[in-house]
């Protein structure tokens, strides 16, 4: 049984850091591109940031880059988002996505929530 489980979330003052974690099983975690997504009210889900299988590649949305930075460590079957200089707009419920290449099958976390507020 696939299982993806985020972990990190929490409540941080603008300015303020959180790393947020997602433990992956029931599948080749090293076979799957993974990203995270992030949700707020209201609003559409959308990418935050993405890397490849053996973390070579990233990417970012506009928005984050250059204060969040994705990483996995495959032989812990986990996927990291570390969040700097968090701003009030980052607040959402973040997702943790795995995408198993060989099959195309999508996973997701059930989600952690961020709040940034002073």
């Known amino acids: 049984q696939v299982q993806l489980v985020e972990s990190g979330g929490g409540l941080v003052q603008p300015g303020g850091s959180l790393r947020l974690s997602c433990a992956a099983s029931g599948f080749a975690f090293g076979s799957a591109a993974m990203s995270w997504y992030r949700q707020a009210p209201g609003k559409e889900r959308e990418l935050v940031a993405g890397i490849t299988t053996t973390g070579g590649n990233t990417n970012y949305a506009a928005s984050v880059k250059g204060r969040f930075t994705i990483s996995r460590d495959n032989a812990k079957n986990t996927v990291y988002l570390q969040m700097n200089s968090l701003k009030p707009e980052d607040t959402a419920v973040y997702y943790c996505?795995?995408?198993?290449?060989?099959?195309?099958?999508?996973?997701w976390g059930q989600g952690t929530q961020v709040t940034v507020s002073s």
């Open positions: 996505r795995a995408f198993r290449i060989y099959d195309q099958r999508i996973y």
